[in-house]
C-alpha cells in the first residue's frame, strides 16, 4: 500500500514565514503551558509541520496570527492514478481515520500534479469517505455548506496529504478590516512582518506613516496583547496588561479615517494624524513600519526615487528603527546603506521585500 496514516499539524503561513511561524508557535506554547513541540518539519516555505497535540492545536487555532490555515493531517499517499487512490483510501479506512464525521466537504487545493482534474480528485475522496462508511455500516452525508469535517487534500513534496481542515476560514481575516483602502496587506503578513522586525511592545511604539487601512498598527494593538485572532473569538488575550503606543499617519485623510473605524472595530487605540510623513515631527522611541505605495500605475523609476526619499526620511529619526515593505523589484544597493534584514516575502500573489534599516 502506498498510503500511510500520520498523525501531524500543519500550520501554513505566508511565504518567507516558516522562521517566525515557528517561534511563534513556541510562544503560544509558553503561554498556554502546554509541552513545547519539538523542531517541525518545513516542507515547503512558510510551512511548520509538528507532532500533533490536540491541546497545541486547539491554541494554534485561537492564537496563531502569523498562520492562514491549520490542518490535522492524517493521511500520506503516493497514489497518483483515481482508481488506486479510492482503493487506498478505503484499504486505509478514510472515514474511520477521520473521526467518523457525520456530514463533510472535501476541497483541494495544489493538485496540478495529479494525473486528474481537481474536480474528479474531489469525488473520489468523497466516494472513498462514504464507501468506508457505509461498509462500516455508518452513515455520513456531504454537506459543502455546514459540514462537520473540512476534508482537504493537497500535494506536498510528492505526495498527496490528506488532513482536516482545522480553520475552514483562512485566519487572514481577522473581521475587523470591514474597509479599506487600495493595496492593503493581509492581516497575518502585518504580524509576519512585525514579528519578523521583533517588534517589542512593552518597550517601544510602533509607527505607520502610511497607515492606508490600519492594517500594521491594529495588527500591532492585537499582536501586543497577545489577543485571539479573530475578532468573533471569545477566547482571552494572552497578555491583557500590556499598553501598546501606536501612531498612524497618512497622506489621505480618507485612509486615516477608515483606519480610526477599523481600529474602533478591532478595540484598538491610536493615535491618528492625516500628515504627509516628510512633515512628521516628535515621534515616539518606537519602531517605524511603512508599507510604501507600490501598483502597476507607478513606474519603477518613480518607485526606487519613493523609496530612496522614505529612506532618508527614516534615517534622519534617529529615536526610531525602521522597517519598510517594497516592491519585490526594487534593488536594496540604491539604498545609502545596506539593510540589515533583506526578507522576500509576497502579500497574495505580489512580490514584496521587507527591508529593516537598522
Ligand atoms: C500601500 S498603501 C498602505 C497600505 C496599508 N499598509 C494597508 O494595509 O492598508 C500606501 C499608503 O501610503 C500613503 N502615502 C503615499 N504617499 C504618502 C506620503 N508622502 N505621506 C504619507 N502617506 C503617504 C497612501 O495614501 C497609501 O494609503
Redesign the pocket.
Known amino acids: 500500500m502506498e498510503t500511510r496514516r500520520i498523525d501531524e499539524l500543519r500550520v501554513v503561513g505566508p511565504f518567507g514565514a516558516g522562521k517566525v511561524l515557528e517561534a511563534e508557535m513556541l510562544r503560544i506554547a509558553a503561554a498556554k503551558k502546554v509541552p513545547r513541540p519539538s523542531r517541525p518539519k518545513k516542507p515547503q516555505p512558510g510551512t511548520c509541520v509538528f507532532p500533533f497535540d490536540a491541546e497545541l492545536a486547539q491554541h494554534a487555532v485561537d492564537y496563531c496570527r502569523v498562520a492562514s490555515r491549520i490542518h490535522h493531517d492524517v493521511l500520506k499517499t503516493k497514489a497518483d492514478r483515481l482508481e488506486k487512490l479510492f482503493d487506498e483510501l478505503v484499504e486505509a479506512e478514510i472515514f474511520q481515520v477521520l473521526g467518523c464525521p457525520l456530514s463533510f466537504s472535501v476541497q483541494v487545493k495544489n493538485v496540478d500534479d495529479f494525473a486528474a482534474g481537481d474536480r474528479q480528485v474531489v469525488g473520489t475522496i468523497k466516494n472513498a469517505i462514504l464507501e468506508t462508511a457505509a461498509s462500516s455500516g455508518n452513515t455520513s452525508e456531504v454537506d459543502p455548506s455546514n459540514p462537520d469535517t473540512v476534508v482537504n487534500a493537497t500535494i506536498l513534496g510528492d505526495q498527496l496529504v490528506i488532513s482536516k481542515l482545522l480553520t475552514p476560514e483562512s485566519l487572514s481575516r481577522r473581521g475587523w478590516?470591514l474597509e479599506?483602502?487600495?493595496?492593503?496587506?493581509?492581516?497575518n503578513l502585518?504580524a509576519l512582518v512585525l514579528m519578523a522586525c521583533r517588534y517589542d511592545p512593552r518597550k517601544e511604539a510602533l509607527i505607520?506613516?502610511?497607515?492606508?487601512?490600519?492594517?500594521?498598527p491594529i495588527e500591532a494593538g492585537l499582536l501586543a496583547i497577545g489577543a485571539a485572532n479573530r475578532k468573533s473569538s471569545d477566547q482571552p488575550s494572552l497578555f491583557p496588561e500590556t499598553k501598546p503606543t501606536l501612531w498612524a499617519?497618512?497622506?489621505?485623510s480618507n485612509?486615516v479615517a477608515?483606519?480610526l473605524r477599523n481600529a474602533e472595530r478591532a478595540d484598538v487605540a491610536i493615535t491618528t494624524q492625516t500628515?504627509?510623513?516628510?512633515?512628521l515631527t516628535d515621534l515616539p522611541d518606537g519602531l517605524i513600519v511603512?508599507?510604501?505605495?507600490?501598483?502597476e500605475r507607478l513606474e519603477q523609476e518613480d518607485l526606487d526615487r519613493?523609496i530612496i526619499e522614505?529612506e532618508s526620511w527614516a534615517r534622519s529619526q534617529k529615536n526610531c528603527r525602521t522597517a519598510m515593505?517594497v516592491p519585490g523589484t526594487f534593488d536594496p544597493l540604491l539604498l545609502q546603506e545596506r539593510p540589515r534584514m533583506d526578507k522576500p516575502l509576497k502579500n497574495g500573489n505580489l512580490s514584496i521585500r521587507l527591508l529593516q534599516l537598522r
Not at 505607520?208 to 500594521?216: E, I, K, N, R, V
Not at 499617519?249 to 489621505?252: G, L, M, P, T
Not at 511603512?290 to 501598483?295: K, Q, V
Open positions: 478590516r479599506r483602502t487600495e493595496a492593503p496587506m493581509r492581516e502585518a505607520d506613516p502610511m497607515c492606508g487601512s490600519g492594517t500594521l499617519s497618512d497622506v489621505d485612509a477608515i483606519t500628515i504627509p510623513y516628510q512633515e511603512a508599507n510604501l505605495p507600490y501598483g519613493s522614505f515593505i
